[in-house]
């Protein structure tokens, strides 16, 4: 019998898992408030039975396969059942835009379509082309540790999206690595991110294969995450700082109630029960890492990235430190180059990009996979991120500014929402500010201001005043090159629409830059 830690491949995954924990309850899906439990036996025979239909549908080994949808039963059985074909697996967000669907449909030149219905188990197939795509796989892809098993376009900051190819090996190596590191628990974990990221993907779904531990799907992680929790009461999840920001910002409005209830502890909110909390996807503000060490809630930010399937290094909970992403996982070498950027080298590293042979080579080289981001050494041998490569500037003052650890510090201000800093070439920091809508509100209504509209509200002295209040507190610690001289406030959040944000929630500064040339001139007039 396969054993989960002889497998090589995700389906030898999911067998032994299926054969372990047979009638154990697997996959939690949460519909209308509700929790309904599928057993692995479930999944089991669900899997085998999608992996017929999509066969007798004409899907072959090597075809790619696009799936469109939000997180599901179906989704994951999808998933497995792709994986038995040998068929390559292309998710896309669902929230990008069509016009960007149809783009990345076009360029993977994916045979088939998978789109998920409105309920998230209504399931359409669709063929689209009878020219087998396959073709452009290596001559040796067949369905083993070696087979490619998944194309997935990184929402790229600077550039265009690139696929990522990632074979059965680099998921699977990855998986069993990180669960080694973190240890494999019978644990209840409430997933909130998308699989459609490697982040979800890796790190919750094919982790709880692993494990063979219980997994439950959020129903809407934006509007019903915290009933969510209150209804099963996890023990672990993964998420993104602004999740975390949010847990706070509840906690502290809870604090400021005057209803005569008691105010909820971010523990209370997450459930009770709540015994570790990953991050990873940007970088924690120090602040909220400071109020979950309050509750004692170990808050454990990692580094990876989707080229790396995606884990690269993991914090233990019993030597956390501050602003440490942790140690490399056991079957991974990490190394900084001379300018600091992080090198990665081991079996998780992606085989390249599709069909872009030179963004290919611009990133692998002898082995090394280039991360584009820069790091930093504790005494102990734990990695810092420090920022990223590409988005280093430099002031006319021959000054160097990482501005992704500034805006860390002003996003954890409960009146910022979002911001980015400008400056390369320039005398001096300004910021683009993004406030907190609610709390505008609330000052507004508290002040008794007399404002026409959204840009009146945001610009208003005494709003403006509050604004230079927190920008002056939460920079209190920087030195001088780094402080914000010049600020606007803006009356929108940036926006994934307008591109100016990625689906990960990374800011796309050229796009930001050009969408408010006209403030941006004003503040280095």
Not at 92 to 103: D, V
Not at 181 to 201: C, D, K, T, W
Not at 343 to 357: A, D, H, I
Not at 471 to 481: F, V
């Amino acid at each position: 019998m396969t054993t989960a830690t002889a497998a090589q491949t995700v389906p030898e995954l999911f067998v032994a898992t299926v054969r372990r924990r047979r009638h154990q309850p697997a996959l939690g899906v949460i519909e209308g408030g509700r929790v309904a439990w599928y057993t692995w036996e479930d999944l089991g025979a669900a899997v085998e039975a999608r992996t017929k239909e999509l066969a007798d549908n004409g899907i072959l080994r090597g075809d790619l396969v696009v799936q469109i949808g939000r997180n599901s039963l179906a989704w994951v059985v999808n998933d497995m059942a792709l994986h038995y074909l040998g068929a390559v697996h292309v998710p896309l967000h669902s929230t990008l835009s069509k016009a960007k669907q149809k783009e990345l449909i076009s360029h993977c030149g994916a045979r088939h379509m998978i789109e998920l219905g409105a309920d998230a188990n209504e399931v359409k197939l669709k063929k689209r082309s009878n020219e087998r795509i396959g073709k452009h796989l290596p001559s040796h892809d067949v369905c083993g540790p070696e087979s490619l098993a998944t194309i997935l376009y990184t929402s790229g900051t600077t550039g265009e999206p690139r696929g990522v190819m990632l074979t059965q090996e680099n998921i699977v190596c990855n998986t069993t690595a990180l669960s080694e590191a973190v240890g494999s628990r019978n644990e209840m974990r409430l997933g909130v991110l998308p699989f459609s990221h490697i982040y979800a993907r890796t790190c919750d779904l094919y982790s709880w294969i692993q494990r063979g531990s219980r997994l439950i799907l959020a129903e809407d992680p934006r509007e019903t995450f915290i009933r969510d929790c209150q209804l099963v009461k996890p023990l672990a999840i993964n998420a993104v700082p602004y999740l975390y920001q949010k847990l706070v910002d509840l906690a502290d409005a809870e604090l400021e109630k005057s209803d005569g209830e008691p105010p909820k502890t971010i523990r209370q909110l997450l459930g009770g029960r709540i015994a570790r909390c990953y991050c990873g996807g940007a970088a924690l503000a120090p602040s909220v890492v400071e109020r979950f060490a309050e509750e004692q809630i170990p808050l454990l930010p990692g580094y990876g990235l989707t080229e790396a399937s995606p884990v690269v290094t993991v914090p233990s909970h019993k030597e956390f430190a501050p602003m440490s992403v942790g140690r490399p996982l056991e079957n991974l070498e990490v190394q900084l180059a001379h300018d600091g950027e992080i090198l990665v080298r081991g079996p998780s590293v992606m085989r390249g990009y599709w069909l872009n042979e030179d963004a290919t080579n611009e990133v692998l080289k002898d082995g090394w996979l280039h991360t584009g981001d820069l790091g930093e050494w504790d005494s102990e041998g734990r990695l810092a991120i420090v920022g990223r490569k590409k988005e280093m500037m430099a002031l006319a003052t021959g000054k160097k500014i990482i501005p992704s650890a500034i805006e860390t510090l002003l996003c954890a201000s409960t009146w910022i929402e979002q911001a980015m800093v400008i400056g390369e070439g320039r005398r001096y920091l300004s910021a683009i500010i993004v406030p907190n809508p609610k709390r505008i509100k609330n000052e507004i209504r508290k002040q008794k201001l007399f404002v026409w509209s959204k840009k009146r509200g945001v610009s208003h002295p005494k709003i403006r005043k509050i604004i230079q209040r927190e920008i002056d507190a939460s920079l209190r610690k920087l030195p001088p090159e780094q402080q914000i001289r010049q600020f606007t406030v803006i009356d929108r959040g940036f926006s994934i629409d307008l591109s100016e944000m990625t689906p990960k929630l990374s800011l796309r500064r050229a796009v930001i830059e050009k969408n408010f040339a006209k403030e941006i001139a004003a503040m280095y007039a």
